[in-house]
Antibody, heavy 120, light 107 residues
Framework: QVQLVESGGDVVQSGRSLRLSCKASGFTFRSYGMHWVRQAPGKGLEWVAVIWSDGSDRYSTDSVKGRFTISRDNSKNMLFLQMNSLRAEDTAVYYC?????????????WGLGTLVTVSS | EIVMTQSPATLSVSPGERATLSCRASQSVTTNLAWYQQKPGQAPRLLIYGASTRATGIPARFSGGGSGTEFTLIINSLQSEDFAVYYCQQYNNWPRAFGPGTKVDMK
């Protein structure tokens, strides 16, 4: 069965960096696009970034452009989110989610999330 | 950038009744619209994609409809496990966008 397990969440000071990881299993990882979606405490869902199945393309939301970088290692079934220059408004549960296709569809499986808290 | 809105913000329904949730896009997303259910402390779960196709394992009491800018999610004969927050999401344009959610709670 499809499993996505995020890790790397922590309490960090504003301006610092953090790297999130997502370990995938139960499917052919290299065949699917992958996303990061976040949810601030008590708030709704916000899409963060996508990377194509082969890593050839990626997009991110404007609020993280230039600060966050999505990447993947298909040999290890791993997805990453490098977060630099963190701000208080980045505080959220970060979910990795599988794309239904190579990267341009909806999210058919989600991990349980990892909490990032940015303190000022 | 496409903005998604949902109404109502909260819907109070008795078990066994029907719930009708609405979602609107600020411009056409054709039928590239998905619905997700999220319960407290849990990850979202895909319910509907392509505006009207139920995801694997989703009961037939969930149905979706609409195209362009107006969409609905109907939950027939609401069960206790259906009380949750429901989000719509467009996947027609970048950036991907979610609606603010509709909370379905017990009347």
């Amino acid at each position: 069965q499809v499993q996505l397990v995020e890790s790397g969440g922590d309490v960090v000071q504003s301006g610092r960096s953090l790297r999130l990881s997502c370990k995938a299993s139960g499917f052919t990882f290299r065949s699917y696009g992958m996303h990061w979606v976040r949810q601030a405490p008590g708030k709704g869902l916000e899409w963060v970034a996508v990377i194509w199945s082969d890593g050839s393309d990626r997009y991110s939301t404007d609020s993280v452009k230039g600060r966050f970088t999505i990447s993947r290692d298909n040999s290890k079934n791993m997805l990453f989110l490098q977060m630099n220059s963190l701000r208080a408004e980045d505080t959220a549960v970060y979910y990795c989610a599988r794309d239904r296709g190579s990267g341009s569809y909806f999210f058919d499986y989600w991990g349980l999330g990892t909490l990032v808290t940015v303190s000022s | 950038e496409i903005v998604m809105t949902q109404s109502p913000a909260t819907l109070s329904v008795s078990p066994g009744e029907r719930a009708t949730l609405s979602c609107r896009a600020s411009q056409s997303v054709t039928t590239n619209l998905a619905w997700y259910q999220q319960k407290p402390g849990q990850a979202p779960r895909l319910l509907i994609y392509g505006a009207s196709t139920r995801a694997t394992g989703i009961p037939a009491r969930f149905s979706g409809g609409g195209s362009g800018t107006e969409f609905t999610l109907i939950i027939n004969s609401l069960q206790s496990e259906d009380f949750a927050v429901y989000y719509c999401q467009q996947y027609n344009n970048w950036p991907r966008a979610f609606g603010p959610g509709t909370k379905v709670d017990m009347k």
